[in-house]
């Protein structure tokens, strides 16, 4: 446990660092932060901080720079987390509310996100892999098209457009209805395709290739919104900070861009009591990641904990501004998201 003067006197270093990317001297810290103590006395304190690994000196006769366990400590000591003015909090309910549906929604969130924090932002669809199928429709669209609606318990409807190549009966259709609803209604979507097994025997053999493709496609459904999905935006505010990400730049759009990386960083992130999460440096132990910091929070639908958004960048960050950003727009996304 460093004693109190020192820690003000690490605040002091991140802050000057973060804000003018050059090492702090004891001299400029006693004129900007009005220590009441002289030079030689916050050079002893610089001295603990440094044994204690908490900044470092990057070279001779430089001022120092915190090191990732110096952020850390930055970070764990924050007493509160810079509030939002009102007018961006009004800009962001107005922002997020103008959505129109979920993709919508999040394609504004993480847009919304990146342009507050400067970093790279990301959103998580929400996961659909333990909803439950509410409802199913099959509609007609004309004699040889079909439209298949597939409904859960957390309102998420997802539809595609089915072109037979043939003419129909719509009765067909409606018997088709009324057979999936009976077998799947509420069960879970990772459920769907073991109970649609042999589905297509339930109907004469000259009707069975339209049974077959409407199953087929209600499958695809289900199986492309279980899967994980992420929206990134902001790719060049890390372009602009390339310099801070050393030799991972190249390596940190590669996984931008594969996004397995990104999704597995954000699954292994858990908010504390207050909500946010921060991953620094070498926190990561990930290849690529030493240069960075994550800030992640989760957000809800219909109260229930549904997925999580973030920013990733250098670790020279501003870290209260973007943890409250990233805690203001996940409370926003919940509440629009409530049913």
Same mark, same amino acid.
């Given at each position: 446990?460093?004693?109190?003067?020192?820690?003000?006197?690490?605040?002091?270093?991140?802050?000057?660092?973060?804000?003018?990317?050059?090492?702090?001297? %004891?001299?400029?810290?006693?004129?900007?932060?009005?220590?009441?103590?002289?030079?030689?006395?916050?050079?002893?304190?610089?001295?603990?901080?440094?044994?204690?690994?908490?900044?470092?000196?990057?070279?001779?006769?430089?001022?120092?720079?915190?090191?990732?366990?110096?952020?850390?400590?930055?970070?764990?000591?924050?007493?509160?987390?810079?509030?939002?003015?009102?007018?961006?909090?009004?800009?962001?309910?107005?922002?997020?509310?103008?959505?129109?549906?979920?993709?919508?929604?999040?394609?504004?969130?993480?847009?919304?996100?990146?342009?507050?924090?400067?970093?790279?932002?990301?959103?998580?669809?929400?996961?659909?892999?333990?909803?439950?199928?509410?409802?199913?429709?099959?509609?007609?669209?004309?004699?040889?098209?079909?439209?298949?609606?597939?409904?859960?318990?957390?309102?998420?409807?997802?539809?595609?457009?089915?072109?037979?190549?043939?003419?129909?009966?719509?009765?067909?259709?409606?018997?088709?209805?009324?057979?999936?609803?009976?077998?799947?209604?509420?069960?879970?979507?990772?459920?769907?395709?073991?109970?649609?097994?042999?589905?297509?025997?339930?109907?004469?053999?000259?009707?069975?290739?339209?049974?077959?493709?409407?199953?087929?496609?209600?499958?695809?459904?289900?199986?492309?919104?279980?899967?994980?999905?992420?929206?990134?935006?902001?790719?060049?505010?890390?372009?602009?900070?390339?310099?801070?990400?050393?030799?991972?730049?190249?390596?940190?759009?590669?996984?931008?861009?594969?996004?397995?990386?990104?999704?597995?960083?954000?699954?292994?992130?858990?908010?504390?009591?207050?909500?946010?999460?921060?991953?620094?440096?070498?926190?990561?132990?990930?290849?690529?990641?030493?240069?960075?910091?994550?800030?992640?929070?989760?957000?809800?639908?219909?109260?229930?904990?549904?997925?999580?958004?973030?920013?990733?960048?250098?670790?020279?960050?501003?870290? %209260?501004?973007?943890?409250?950003?990233?805690?203001?727009?996940?409370?926003?996304?919940?509440?629009?998201?409530?049913?």
């Amino acid at each position: 446990m460093i004693p109190e003067r020192s820690a003000e006197v690490l605040r002091a270093i991140v802050e000057d660092y973060i804000a003018n990317h050059e090492p702090v001297g %004891s001299k400029a810290l006693v004129e900007r932060h009005g220590f009441d103590v002289s030079a030689a006395t916050i050079r002893n304190d610089m001295a603990l901080l440094e044994e204690s690994e908490l900044i470092a000196q990057p070279h001779t006769s430089s001022g120092r720079i915190p090191t990732d366990k110096g952020y850390r400590l930055f970070v764990d000591r924050l007493n509160e987390v810079k509030p939002l003015g009102a007018g961006e909090r009004a800009a962001i309910e107005t922002f997020l509310t103008d959505g129109a549906d979920l993709d919508e929604t999040l394609s504004r969130t993480v847009r919304l996100l990146s342009q507050l924090t400067n970093q790279l932002a990301m959103v998580q669809y929400p996961t659909l892999g333990k909803a439950l199928v509410r409802s199913i429709e099959v509609v007609p669209v004309n004699e040889t098209r079909a439209l298949v609606i597939l409904i859960t318990d957390a309102n998420r409807i997802e539809q595609h457009v089915i072109d037979f190549g043939f003419s129909y009966e719509s009765q067909m259709l409606v018997e088709m209805r009324a057979k999936f609803n009976s077998l799947l209604v509420g069960s879970p979507l990772a459920a769907v395709q073991a109970k649609l097994q042999d589905f297509e025997l339930e109907f004469a053999p000259d009707r069975r290739k339209l049974a077959l493709d409407v199953m087929g496609n209600l499958v695809d459904l289900v199986d492309a919104n279980r899967t994980e999905r992420l929206l990134v935006a902001g790719s060049a505010n890390l372009a602009r900070r390339e310099s801070e990400l050393g030799n991972d730049f190249s390596w940190l759009l590669d996984a931008v861009e594969s996004q397995v990386v990104l999704l597995k960083l954000l699954n292994e992130l858990d908010s504390d009591a207050e909500g946010i999460a921060v991953r620094i440096g070498r926190e990561h132990q990930l290849d690529g990641f030493a240069n960075t910091t994550v800030v992640v929070s989760g957000y809800q639908a219909e109260g229930i904990p549904a997925a999580k958004l973030g920013v990733l960048g250098p670790t020279r960050m501003n870290y %209260s501004a973007n943890m409250s950003s990233v805690m203001a727009v996940s409370s926003y996304l919940s509440k629009l998201l409530e049913g």
